[in-house]
């Protein structure tokens, strides 16, 4: 009778449990998307940063195209009878087509003029998809909702899926506690929420969720050996490939995890399942993806990992050739088990060299080994600054500082050391990966502070088993030492029966996972009976072994409530620096600027004011050059064509508009003139104190532009190795045209020309533009717009002159022509 109460007691207190776990999840998926509304809530709904506003573009394409497309077929209407004009038909032809397919197939003539870019071809489609998904859902439903606002709320509904995930990963290593504690984690870190704020319509928001579920259900295969969470793996890995680059790090951090399972001889059944279908399946879904291909099986960084270069080939082959002797070992005899594995090792190492001649024969056509420029920065972090400076020149791209890391992660850099020692206690398959995990993120969020993205959720994750195995361990010293609820005499010679259903509770759920492996390996693996009897006393033993260190884990009273409170008080610091994170260092959008004074709250609306100007007083066809930082912005906000934009795939062209800029007033204009160019756009913050301007920039359009066209040379523009503006700053530099067309009538301002940024005086103060003409500046001078002058008609001559001296001129001036040096740039 006492048995069958304690049987409902225990479940009904499991049933309670879970429903406690169901809220609490629900509280934390609110938590999640509210903290990352300051941004609205401070400023108003819209799109940050520059490249997401080429995401909401090809978003509303997309979305407009399929939209359009429905009515008009469900009309039956034709648009060649009332569309006579020729352009208007073609773009309503263009947007009454499938759909999806023109989205693959879409040549996007507004962007990299004259060359243009194919968006299905160099986009990762998973962002815009996703958002057009929701669209389509929400409108199905009757809520009306604009394509910008389902934009701009995309990253916040993703942070809850992500903390969820979370809880899912963490969950499956060390138990529904530790799962909670890191989802809560995940909710607030300042990393993550960085690319996650309204507004923040990056791959990365739906990226992260799609990482992070990729890895759970690899662990869940993992610890279950379920044919059917692989299949959802390759699934979930082919979202996270249509979503963002990253998916490299996941096909490779996974072989790495499958040779280390194997080194160590943890190799089971469950791990080739975990394997193989990933890998076959995974790496056919991905060459699906049209910007990823044929890269899936051609490219290093998709069969190798981050150490090793065949070592992605290599795991496949070592996977199947240990399944192959497991296999052959359960039905041989020892005597033909030894010829069997002599002549698999003998085929394997044949068929390996093959592979491997192949895979570096391919490798070495290639001038980087297979590798692109950001993995080749990844393994040399001094590759991007000697050979590629358009990928050090993005500020994301620098190694981050040590106060970057308290900034991002906070407190969590103290309790991932504590985490990754429980990790160990005891050390299974799936802990293990976790570690791998975090020891890899952490290198890479070393080299590059974009990929400090990567590392929050590990960090979240063992910093939630820290919290707790800690809280357990201080709870269970608690109740132990408690009088009337624990039967712990005060010697500590023996336990009650309490305390010991306490201690067997805890064993059985320390060890759930490992018994579970082992009874499975048994099954399919089909032991002998000698080693079940040898398992079946390990698992006694261990059970033991964890009983009596969890007896000898209890801490004084005193110590256990004020190390509670401590705990408690960090968990609050670190709940007030996040949302100090979220609602001030992160929320400000950069198309829109604030600062405050001792007058007040101050707004720059600059970039929106220019881009406004540009749509309402430009033709459609006309071509605006600046750096790439604002191409998507121009492109998206004016309508206007650029010339380079954030994309960065074709260096010579941004070396092109680099080279003009660094050049004097007339070079700049004859190549803008070569590329059709009718007007320049600058960003100039030396009056308000915008750092972020293109005079800080200059300098990496002088290296870009000097690695193309070697007369740009970087040295001509420094004195004494020093960037300087003033009046010590060289004649090329004072000269060239981002220093005109930044500091045009800047000393109409003050009398002085002080750059607030630089904190001096400008060099050249007074002086003429005559191949170019201010049209329009800003209110706070931040984005200044010029026009190209048109060029000058020839006069032939004022005078009359004889023929003998007209033909003599004539003559001259043929020679001259001759002589004269051609444009390079046509």
């Known amino acids: ?100 397919y023109d989205f693959w197939n879409w040549f996007d003539d507004r962007t990299w003029y004259p060359l243009g870019r194919v968006i299905g071809g160099t986009v990762y489609p998973g962002l815009t998809l996703t958002a057009g998904s929701l669209w ?56 993550y929420i960085s690319r996650s704020v309204a507004g923040s319509y990056d791959n990365e928001a739906v990226a992260i969720f799609a990482l992070i579920f990729t890895f759970y259900l690899y662990i869940k295969t993992l610890n279950t050996g379920s044919l059917f969470y692989a299949t959802l793996n390759a699934l ?223 960090a979240c994750i063992l910093s939630g088993i820290a919290l707790s195995e800690a809280f357990d361990v201080f709870t269970r010293s608690i109740k132990f030492q408690l009088p009337g609820v624990s039967g712990v005499s005060h010697s500590g010679a023996e336990d009650t029966t309490t305390g010991d259903v306490v201690i067997q509770n805890d064993i059985v759920k320390a060890d759930k996972h490992s018994s579970t492996y082992k009874k499975e390996d048994a099954l399919k693996e089909r032991p002998s009976k000698k080693n079940r009897k040898k398992e079946r006393e390990h698992l006694e033993k261990a059970s033991i072994k964890t009983q009596i260190e969890k007896r000898l884990l209890v801490l004084p009273l005193e110590a256990s409530v004020i190390s509670i409170l401590l705990l408690v008080l960090l968990g609050a610091f670190y709940v ?107 960003v100039f913050g030396g009056l308000v104190g915008y750092s972020s301007d293109d005079i800080n920039k200059f300098l990496w359009m002088v290296r870009i532009g000097g690695g193309v066209f070697p007369h740009i040379k970087e040295p001509d523009y420094l004195r004494d190795g020093q960037y300087r503006i003033d009046s010590e700053a060289t004649s090329t530099m004072l000269n060239s045209l981002m220093y005109k067309l930044s500091y045009y009538r800047f000393v109409e301002v003050d009398g002085k020309g002080f750059d607030r940024v630089r904190r001096t005086e400008i060099g050249k103060k007074y002086f003429k533009l005559t191949h170019f003409e201010e049209v329009f500046t800003t209110h706070h001078w931040m984005v200044r717009i010029y026009k190209l002058k048109s060029m000058k008609n020839r006069i032939r001559g004022k005078t009359k002159k004889s023929k003998s001296s007209s033909k003599a001129t004539t003559t001259a001036s043929s020679k001259r022509g001759g002589r004269r040096k051609k444009n390079p740039w046509y």
């Open 1 to 100: 009778m006492a048995t069958l109460e304690n049987g409902k007691g225990t479940t009904l207190r499991y049933a309670v449990g879970n429903m406690l776990s169901i809220f609490i999840l629900l509280l934390i998926g609110v938590l999640a998307f509210s903290i990352r509304l300051f941004s609205v809530i401070k400023y108003e709904s819209v799109i940050h940063e520059f490249d997401p506003y080429f995401n909401y573009r090809v978003t509303q394409i997309l979305i407009v195209s399929s939209a359009i497309n429905h009515i008009l077929k469900s009309l039956n209407y034709d648009l060649s009878k009332h569309y006579r004009g020729l352009v208007a038909y073609l773009l309503f032809q263009f947007l009454t087509k499938n759909g999806i």
């Open 136 to 191: 389509r859902i929400l409108n199905s439903l009757n809520i009306p909702l604009s394509v910008e606002t389902v934009c701009v709320f995309t990253a916040p509904i993703f942070s809850a899926n992500a903390a969820w995930a979370t809880y899912l990963l963490t969950k499956e290593v060390k138990g529904t506690g530790a799962g909670l504690m890191a989802a809560a984690l995940l909710a607030m870190v300042p990393s």
């Open 236 to 458: 979930s890995y082919f979202y996270m490939v249509c979503s963002w680059g990253g998916y490299t790090f996941i096909i490779n951090l996974i072989p790495m995890h499958v040779l280390l399972c194997i080194v160590t001889g943890r190799y089971s059944s469950r791990l080739y399942i975990a394997y193989a279908p990933l890998v076959v399946l995974g790496t056919l879904l991905a060459s699906l993806v049209p910007v990823v291909g044929f890269n899936a099986v051609m490219t290093s960084e998709h069969f190798a990992s981050f150490l090793l270069m065949v070592l992605h080939m290599q795991v496949f082959i070592i996977i199947h050739v240990v399944a192959l002797v497991y296999y052959i070992k359960g039905i041989l005899s020892p005597k033909m088990f030894k010829v069997a594995v002599t002549l698999v090792v003998s085929v394997g190492m044949v068929v390996c060299c093959a592979v491997i001649a192949v895979l570096a024969a391919l490798v070495a056509s290639s001038p980087t080994k297979g590798w692109s420029g950001r993995s080749l920065s990844l393994l040399d972090p001094t590759y991007a600054s000697k050979y590629i400076p358009i990928i050090a020149s993005v500020s994301e791209h620098q190694p981050p500082t040590w106060p970057s890391y308290f900034m991002d992660i906070n407190v969590l850099a103290f309790l991932v050391p504590a985490g990754i020692i429980a990790c160990f206690l005891p050390l299974s398959d799936a802990s293990s990966f976790v570690v791998l995990y975090i020891v890899t993120s952490v290198y890479f969020s070393g080299v590059m502070v974009r990929l400090m993205l990567v590392f929050a959720p590990a």
């Open 576 to 682: 007030v620096h996040c949302v100090w994170a979220a609602a001030e260092a992160y929320s400000a959008p950069s198309i829109v600027l604030t600062s405050y004074s001792h007058d007040g709250l101050h707004v720059f609306d600059d970039f929106r004011e220019a881009y406004a100007w540009l749509r309402h007083n430009t033709e459609v066809d006309d071509k605006v050059a600046s750096w790439w930082d604002y191409g998507y912005q121009t492109t998206a906000m004016a309508n206007r064509t650029v010339i380079v934009d954030n994309n960065t795939w074709n260096n010579t062209h941004i070396a092109t508009v680099g080279t003009a800029m660094s050049s004097p007033e007339k070079a700049a204009w004859e190549i803008f003139n070569s590329l059709d160019v009718k007007y320049v756009l600058v």
